[in-house]
Antibody
Framework: EVQLVESGGGLVQPGRSLKLSCAASGFTFSNYYMAWVRQAPTKGLEWVAS????????YYRDSVKGRFTISRDNAKSTLYLQMDSLRSEDTATYYC??????????WGQGVMVTVSS | DVVLTQSPATLSVTPGERISLSCRAS??????LHWYQQKPNESPRLLIKYASQSISGIPSRFSGSGSGTDFTLSINGVELEDLSIYYC?????????FGAGTKLELK
């Protein structure tokens, strides 16, 4: 059974940093692209970043480019999202997803990030 | 960026009826259009991929159609457990984008 378990969320002040983790199990992690998708409170879904199976290529939405870094450790079957220079508009539930070509076939339970002073 | 416009924003339904939800793209996405269901306080789950391809474990009452810019998600015989928000997503180009969602509520 595919499982994606996020951790690392919490309350952080604007301008500070936070690192999310996603522990994957139930599939061969190194064979799949992975992605982060977020959802602001009472809002819709928004793709944040994707990473290829090897970690050799990464892709970001413009609003997080230069502030967020997606990475992975295939030996640990873990996906990361380093978030720097956080802004209030980054407040959201962040979902770890398995990306299959161009859609998201499995989702974690989500982790809440609140950016507020 | 490809903008996906979903309509209606909210749909009031009666159990047993057949309904259709619309997703319109600002430019052609071929059939790289996928549908997700999000129940209250749950994570989204994939319902339909590539506009019309079924997903293992998803009830057969869910079906999709369309190509290019106009897409439809149909539910043949709505059940109470289908009261959720439905999102479309395009995978034809980066950034991946989602529609704003259609909320199904009980009439």
């Amino acid at each position: 059974e595919v499982q994606l378990v996020e951790s690392g969320g919490g309350l952080v002040q604007p301008g500070r940093s936070l690192k999310l983790s996603c522990a994957a199990s139930g599939f061969t992690f190194s064979n799949y692209y992975m992605a982060w998708v977020r959802q602001a409170p009472t809002k819709g879904l928004e793709w944040v970043a994707s990473i290829t199976n090897s970690g050799g290529s990464t892709y970001y939405r413009d609003s997080v480019k230069g502030r967020f870094t997606i990475s992975r450790d295939n030996a640990k079957s873990t996906l990361y999202l380093q978030m720097d220079s956080l802004r209030s508009e980054d407040t959201a539930t962040y979902y770890c997803t398995r990306e299959r070509y161009n859609y998201f076939d499995y989702w974690g339970q989500g982790v809440m990030v609140t950016v507020s002073s | 960026d490809v903008v996906l416009t979903q309509s209606p924003a909210t749909l009031s339904v009666t159990p047993g009826e057949r309904i259709s939800l619309s997703c319109r793209a600002s430019e052609s996405v071929d059939t790289y259009l996928h549908w997700y269901q999000q129940k209250p306080n749950e994570s989204p789950r994939l319902l339909i991929k590539y506009a019309s391809q079924s997903i293992s474990g998803i009830p057969s009452r869910f079906s999709g159609s369309g190509s290019g810019t106009d897409f439809t998600l149909s539910i043949n015989g709505v059940e109470l457990e289908d009261l959720s928000i439905y999102y479309c997503q395009q995978g034809n180009s980066l950034p991946r984008t989602f529609g704003a969602g259609t909320k199904l509520e009980l009439k």
